[in-house]
């Protein structure tokens, strides 16, 4: 009786084994899962790589008297120094912005503490580069800045994105830098992920509405998962859509094909990511004319289990599939899937986003 039983459970064991070693590779997994921990790991890296060194130097802000601006710094022009000659970047993905001002020191900030309200900022730091000093504010959230000057002082005034835009998306093209995503043919998915989305710049940027959008990548870098989901978060976006493309687990070609979006189950809100998805993925196959592949929960993905906001990460094609990675490479394909796109964040605002 032992014996039948054991039998009987080695050979349960042995057909069961050899159909997952045949039917797993087939099957289409979401490959954002599996490359995740890989991926965060090459997009720390050259995250650090690009870092450039500060002093540890942390510059205080001096209080401004109550009546003045609450959101605003304030900094005193050097000796012979005009306000036309202070560079700034800012940089939303990491909420960094970057101030270059001649003709000073770190003492001359002794001398002359930046005036201003430190509430929304988490560091500021003081380098001398290439004879010029550069002040770098890390800031707690993504701010629209706009300055002023006059002869003695160049003024900096921190708004809201809610402040300047009706309306706020983060769109997120996936991988980027050494994460290629999926490969096939000599096709990286970072690059069709890219394309698309700018091609979906093309249609925002030309929006008559007063949305306000924000790209994790509009090149080949590759920010950290982190920094992607932060820029939606702490832009405190309506939408933050991540665009990606698909293939099976093992990479290699099938039949499987069309248009999946994943959403987060735990955002049970009415407009929430569910909801969300359901409009992406209705627009997106309708343009397309691609297989609907239906919801797919999406909690185990990082950028999707952290977001605050309404989130879509969609899965457009599958690069495994010879007939729609010919589609995805077409520029014509990859306008559609963003005409597609578009048309969901509208008709997101459309029903109350
Ligand atoms: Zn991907």
């Known amino acids: 009786m032992e014996e039948k039983t054991l039998k009987f459970a080695a050979v349960f064991l042995i057909l069961l084994t050899l159909t997952m070693c045949v039917v797993l590779p087939y099957f289409p997994e979401i490959h954002t899962r599996a490359v995740e921990a ?17 002093n540890d130097l942390t510059l205080a802000v001096s209080d ?15 000796e012979g120094v005009s306000g036309e000659s202070i560079q700034y970047t800012n940089d939303y993905v990491t909420q960094t912005i970057r101030i270059e ?25 003081y380098a001398h580069e290439g004879g010029e ?17 006059d002869d003695s002082f160049y003024y900096f005034d ?20 050494r994460a290629p995503g999926a490969t096939k043919q000599g096709v990286n998915e970072k690059d ?54 698909n293939s099976t687990l093992s990479g290699r070609m099938s039949s499987a094909s069309g248009t999946a979006v994943m959403y987060n189950e735990a955002d049970e809100k009415e407009l929430g990511s569910r909801r969300f998805a359901q409009i ?26 952290t977001s605050e906001v309404p989130v879509a990460l969609i899965e457009v094609g599958f690069m495994t599939n010879q007939e729609e990675l010919d589609l995805l490479r077409s520029e014509e394909y990859q306008k559609e899937a963003a005409a597609g796109i578009y048309q969901a964040i509208l008709r997101a605002f459309d029903e109350g986003y």
């Open 38 to 54: 890989r991926e965060q790991r090459l997009a720390e890296e050259e995250f650090a790589a690009n870092q450039t060194e500060m």
């Open 64 to 78: 401004m008297p109550a009546e003045e601006h609450e959101s605003q710094l304030k900094l005193r022009l050097p």
């Open 101 to 125: 001002i001649p003709g000073t020191d770190s003492a001359y900030f002794d001398s002359y503490p930046i005036m201003g309200s430190s509430n929304h900022i988490d560091t500021l730091s």
């Open 133 to 149: 000093g550069v002040i770098e504010i890390v800031m707690d959230k993504v701010y629209e800045l706009e300055t002023e000057y």
């Open 158 to 177: 921190f708004l809201t994105p809610q402040e300047v835009y009706d309306k706020v998306v983060v769109i997120d093209a996936g991988h980027g830098g």
């Open 192 to 245: 069709i992920d890219l394309a698309i989305v700018l091609q979906l710049k093309e249609l925002l940027d030309n929006n008559d509405r007063n949305i306000g959008v924000y790209y994790t990548r509009t090149d080949d870098s590759n920010p950290t998962f982190d920094q992607r989901v932060q820029l939606a978060n702490k832009s405190n976006a309506d939408l933050f859509i991540s665009i990606h493309n």
């Open 280 to 305: 992406c993925l209705e627009e997106v196959t309708a343009k397309l004319g691609s297989r609907n592949r239906g919801l797919v929960e999406g909690d185990d993905i990082y950028i999707i289990r």
